[in-house]
């Protein structure tokens, strides 16, 4: 399983360094064709990664509900995020993938509750809510690659 995290480590290292070279105004911009925009692509990330992993599991996650309703699947951005919106979710990008490493390796994750997803992928335990997050994680990644060169 190591792979696993060390592929979303890469991820969101590239997710961090999309952050920190756009503007505050280019992160929430919504360029013409698209429904969303860069920084909405990351929360949501860590939106589907807490539910995917931690809620399916039964488990408590480390963000609040208001931020996944925010940024779950079929959102879209009701308005700009702050600077201080943009670094909790800085910082989100590395502690709920450490949190996630530290609990699968300690065996925090027992139980699932078997989820088809919206590509009718079933994910039916944590492994493969992790590599099916690592898929989902890319996904956004390369939308957010052409996000960034309208911005």
Known sequence: MSSVFDVQKTIREI?????????LEQLNKVPDGFSNNIIWNIG??????????YKLSG???MVSEDFINKYRK?????????QAE???IRTLLSTTLEKTKN?????????????TTSIGFT???????????????GLHTG??????KLV
Do not use: W
């Open 143 to 148: 939308v957010i690659m052409a996000l960034r």
């Open 74 to 82: 079929g959102t879209k951005p009701e308005g700009d995020v702050s």
């Open 86 to 88: 943009v670094d909790e």
């Open 59 to 61: 488990l408590p996650t």
């Open 103 to 115: 609990d699968f390796e300690s065996g925090l994750f027992v139980d699932y509750h078997e989820y």
């Open 15 to 23: 997710l961090l360094k999309i952050l920190d070279s756009h503007s």
């Open 123 to 137: 994910l039916r335990h944590v492994q493969g809510a992790l590599d099916f997050n690592n898929y989902h994680e």
């Open 44 to 53: 949501h990330c860590i939106s589907s990664q807490q539910v995917l992993v």
